[in-house]
């Protein structure tokens, strides 16, 4: 099992990580972030798609949906946005936000290494 420190440095690991930031949606709080700069303040970026998570869960509550969200995509100009929801050990309010630059990353692989750190994060 890893803290959330270990596993931020982990997802900072994936190629093309830009920032990375475990966030409960619930609070909007963030509970850690790693990355960033200065056209990416990830503290701003975590809150603003808390609305993102919020609104999605809303949704399939009111579609009566019995699915659970695994990962939502943002795909921008020159990033991908990756927000997994974390579904292990009852963290069903908490998401890991990861931003990538879209020249560097592998999309499916960052999807799987973040997979990867979301089954092993401890919080």
Known sequence: MANIDTSLKEAMGIEGAIGVALVDYTSGLTLGVLGGGPNLDMNVAAAGNTDVVRAKVRTLEMLGLADSIEDILITLDTQYHLIRLLQA???????????????????????????????????
Do not use: P
Request: charged content about 30%; cysteine-free.
């Open 89 to 123: 050990r009852g963290n069903d309010s908490l998401f890991l936000y990861l931003a990538l630059s879209k020249s560097r990353a592998n999309l499916g692989l960052a999807r799987h290494q973040l997979r990867r750190i979301e089954a092993d994060l401890e919080v």
